[in-house]
């Protein structure tokens, strides 16, 4: 038997690493122990080499799982590293060499998240995006109670535009060379269900589970069906 993979957890925009912590929890009932990243959110070159010092420092084979934006980053930061065992893909962009957030988003009819950004400058140039406090319950996570998305609204790490508009640069997509695990919700108004059906079945996914009137918030609304997931890749990887 392989050395028991670390499960590395990497958010995406308008979330933070605590947005784990309900999936933290049943990998440590599991004995799979975890590490949420704090993703910079502000670029996708930047964001990986973070995420790959991450992986370094740990010195064992990681099973790398990312959210949203955060499928960006693990799909480049994992590009030709061989301590990444698996990848997972929780309501996260899977992309191509070339595409990037923005196009894939609106790859498919039905997101309705450029209505609900509010932009402002910053000064290392560009914009820098968040979800409007009043309109974050709806577009985010429509299946947390209000008082949980009226907490989660506030600690929203907000995003770069050239974060979701710098494209893969990895000669190859990680996806390709190492086996990939999809879970995204019917109900997404981030990320249309179709783009990530299509994401998925373009992946050669392992396995592709779609959550019934579930939103964009995988990790907090539907814990059990993302840790399910990952079990999935971490049984492949101890194989």
Known sequence: ????????????????????????????????????????????????????????????????????????????????????????????????PGENAFLLSGKFEGSTLAGALVAYPVASGGNEFRIAADKFHHQFCADLDAGEAALMAPTQRPVTERALTDALTADEPAWRATPSWFVHGERDLNIPAAALRFMAERAGSRGTREIPGASHALAASQPDAVTAVILDAADHAQE
């Open 1 to 96: 038997m392989n050395e028991q993979p670390v499960i590395v957890l990497v958010h995406g925009a308008f979330a933070e690493s605590a947005s784990w912590n309900r999936v933290i929890q049943r990998l440590h009932s599991r004995g799979l122990p975890a590490v949420a990243v704090a993703n910079p959110l502000r670029s996708v070159e930047g964001d990986a080499t973070y995420v790959r010092d991450v992986i370094a420092g740990l010195g064992r084979p990681v099973i790398l799982v990312g959210h949203s934006y955060g499928g960006m980053v693990i799909t480049q930061a994992a590009a030709g590293n061989p301590n990444v065992r698996a990848l997972v893909y929780v309501a996260a962009f899977a992309p191509e």
